[in-house]
């Protein structure tokens, strides 16, 4: 059961707590900063995501322009500004999109 809804945008969760972090976004606050190089996020997994940036090796590498990543989803995220590749595609529109989470969203 999600009995906490976001006014905003409709999605449930089981916590109020989630609700509220989740809300954070709507309102544009980013309170938690990297201390390496001063980038702000909404939540605290995303910074923690970024935070493996400055500690990993980046393997992987586009021909293209050389730009490096650490995690292949990244490059082939990347790789797609290239080729211009468009994989995930709407069932109802037909519209595509380069990254499952776009969508998602839309």
């Known amino acids: ?8 945008c ?8 989630h609700l509220v972090r989740h809300q954070s976004i709507h309102a544009g606050e980013r309170p938690y ?6 980038k ?9 995501q970024h935070k493996r940036t400055h500690l990993e090796e ?5 021909t293209d322009c050389g730009k490096r990543f650490n ?3 990244n490059f082939v995220t990347h790789w797609c500004i290239h080729t211009g590749e468009r994989p995930y595609k709407c069932g109802e529109c037909g519209k595509s999109f380069t990254q499952s989470s776009a969508l998602t969203q839309h």
């Open 1 to 8: 059961e999600r009995p906490f809804c976001c006014t905003d």
């Open 10 to 17: 409709g999605k449930r969760f089981n916590r109020n707590s």
């Open 33 to 38: 900063k990297c201390g390496k190089c001063g």
């Open 40 to 48: 702000r996020f909404h939540t605290s997994f995303h910074l923690l």
């Open 58 to 62: 980046r393997l992987f590498r586009c």
């Open 71 to 73: 995690q292949n989803g």
